[in-house]
């Protein structure tokens, strides 16, 4: 599988607070996506840096991408409640298929 | 706007019973796409549909057929259900290219007894 790693698995903050979490991939990437889940709810997508990109930045968001490490980390700046949710890293290689990492819980405690 | 709607949002299903997942998308969108969530996973690829009149296997094609039945409508049948296939399903639709960007559906809980 193609199947990147995401870390931690699960982040419990404050609200205001900055949450980062990490995405590792194994494959040569065209480019990579993130997005959010709420529970219950289907998948939103946030951002896209693309593999010639090295950072990226949507209100709130900052992704930023080592293609030399293949890693990729997501930066939300002051967190909010509303934050509360999951966020997936996903890569896209040559061909059509976007391959989702497991995920990474986040709790923004009021 | 609706975006991406998915019937059934729930369905209990017997071993070897068949079933088929609908999915429309009002966006006109040229890609669709059938992932599983399993809990603690995040999505697999199970077909895809890159324009309509075409669809491919993803990761986990196994147990599954698809219809791309016009641009809007792609569905996902499960002939012989398995507990194995006890999962979340979502449809996603994107414009181009293919895998960037998608749109997803709220999802079907499928549980197979």
């Known amino acids: 599988s193609q199947q990147g790693e995401e870390d931690p698995q699960a982040l419990s903050i404050q609200e205001g607070e900055n949450a980062t979490m990490n995405c590792s991939y194994k494959?040569?990437?065209?480019?990579l996506q993130w997005y959010r889940q709420n529970s219950g709810r289907g998948l939103v997508h946030l951002i896209l840096i693309r593999s010639n990109e090295r950072e990226k930045h949507s209100g709130r968001l900052r992704v930023t991408l080592d293609t030399s490490k293949k890693s990729s980390s997501l930066l939300i700046t002051a967190s909010r409640a509303a934050d509360t949710a999951s966020y997936f890293c996903?890569?896209?290689?040559?061909?059509?298929?976007?391959?989702f990492g497991g995920g990474t819980r986040v709790l923004v405690k009021p | 706007n609706a975006g991406v709607t998915q019937t059934p949002k729930f369905q209990v299903l017997k071993t070897g019973q068949s079933m088929t997942l609908q999915c429309a998308q009002d966006?006109?969108?040229?890609?669709m796409y059938w992932y599983r969530q399993d809990p603690g996973m995040g999505l697999r690829l199970i077909y895809y549909s890159a324009s309509e009149g075409t669809t491919d296997k993803g990761e986990v094609p196994n147990g599954y057929n698809v219809s791309r039945l016009n641009k809007r409508e792609f569905s996902l049948r499960l002939e012989s259900a398995a507990p194995s296939q006890t999962s979340v399903y979502f449809c996603a639709s994107s414009l181009t290219p293919v895998g960037e960007k998608l749109f997803f559906g709220s999802g079907t809980q499928l549980s197979v007894l």
């Open positions: 966006m006109n969108h040229n890609s």
């Open positions: 996903a890569e896209k290689a040559a061909g059509n298929k976007l391959t």
């Open positions: 494959t040569s990437i065209n480019n």
